[in-house]
């Protein structure tokens, strides 16, 4: 059974979904990642997220702790009693971010 009362519930995406964080200008200065200067969040197309789990049934192309560019429109944001998650398809992943 899940945590109540305001506890951070454990979330497991399934059916091919990716748990997702979107990253803001202020979390992405603070997790020194480097981003060109004309990028734009908010009201973007795209934006930028990290992928903190992925379903069982995804391919091996995205894996969690990577930085990933996920078209802003098909983000679904949950809401579990006090607790918030971002979810987004597999396929809706235009690709990753790395060195």
């Known amino acids: 059974m ?3 009362d305001g506890e951070k519930m454990n979330f497991q995406p399934v059916n091919r979904h ?3 964080e979107p990253i803001e200008i202020a979390d992405a ?3 020194q990642v480097l981003l060109p200067e004309d990028y734009k969040p908010s009201d973007e197309r795209y934006k930028l ?3 903190v789990k992925v ?3 995804c391919t091996e192309q995205v894996a969690p702790n990577i930085l990933a560019i996920v078209n802003a ?3 679904e944001e949950i809401r579990v009693l006090d ?4 979810l987004v398809l597999e396929n809706h992943i235009m690709g990753v971010v790395g060195d």
């Open 2 to 4: 899940g945590k109540l």
């Open 18 to 20: 990716m748990l997702i």
């Open 29 to 31: 200065a603070e997790s």
């Open 49 to 51: 997220c990290k992928v």
């Open 55 to 57: 379903a069982a049934d």
């Open 73 to 75: 429109s098909m983000i």
């Open 83 to 86: 607790n918030r998650f971002f």
